[in-house]
């Protein structure tokens, strides 16, 4: 024997239901309004079926009679229906201005819903591109901030000196060229033609009488 298996959702129900009795549930297109009570029919026409179980039964009703496509349905004039689909009770204009609230509300709840989830979406996107010019900005005062203060007019550059081979002499300040600009330097070694002067840095540079000036 084949093993039916649970309607456990919403939509499966109300599909299961459709099926069962199309002469009162649709699945799509215009619901017709139920008949007051037809829950309790549902139950005994539904008690030995097993795919269904009365809770999951009662929350699809719930769900099917507050979908929008219903609460349009239930007008003043129109007929409730049973099962069968036979017409036993008509609304009354009390019942239908209650469905016609209960839609409004429920449109203008979604409604309000979705505009707020626009605007939400607007506003962070308004924030993220206002936080990242904010942070640009805090950056840049940043830069602005750290930058070197003016400096006065350069003083003169001393003209170099070249210094005689005879003048060297281990301790004597001198300044040394390397690369285009000259350091002042201190001589710490004389090894012939190999001078090794110690920069103010601390580094200690070999160089060639050349390079050194006074």
Same mark, same amino acid.
């Given at each position: 024997m084949e093993t039916e298996i649970k309607k456990v959702t919403t939509k499966e129900i109300i599909s299961y239901l459709a099926e069962k009795f199309p002469a009162c549930f649709s699945v799509e297109g215009p619901a017709k309004p139920l008949k007051v009570g037809i829950f309790q029919d549902l139950a005994e026409q539904l008690a030995e079926d097993e795919q269904v179980s009365k809770t999951r039964l009662r929350q699809?009703?719930?769900?099917?009679?507050?979908?929008?496509?219903?609460?349009?349905? =239930?007008?003043a004039g129109a007929f409730r229906v049973d099962l069968a689909g036979?017409?036993? *009770?008509? +609304?009354?204009?009390?019942?239908?201005?209650?469905?016609a609230k209960t839609l409004k509300e429920s449109q203008e709840k979604f409604g309000n819903k979705k505009s707020d989830d626009s605007q939400a979406k607007k506003s962070?996107?308004?924030t993220k591109v206002s936080d990242k010019r904010s942070d640009k900005n805090k950056q840049?005062?940043?830069f602005k901030s750290v930058k070197s203060p003016k400096r006065g007019p350069k003083k003169p550059v001393e003209p170099l000196k070249p210094v005689e081979s005879d003048a060297l002499? =281990?301790?004597t300040q001198v300044r040394v060229k390397v690369g285009n600009?000259?350091?002042? *330097?201190? +001589?710490?070694?004389?090894?012939?033609s190999d001078i090794s002067v110690q920069?103010?840095?601390?580094?200690?540079?070999?160089?060639?009488?050349?390079?050194?000036?006074?």
């Open positions: 699809a009703l719930r769900h099917y009679t507050s979908s929008w496509r219903y609460l349009k349905s =239930v007008k036979e017409q036993v *009770a008509e +609304i009354d204009k009390e019942q239908a201005d209650y469905a962070y996107k308004g840049n005062a940043k002499k =281990v301790g600009s000259p350091m002042p *330097a201190v +001589i710490t070694e004389i090894a012939g920069l103010t840095s601390g580094m200690i540079v070999k160089t060639q009488l050349e390079h050194i000036f006074l």
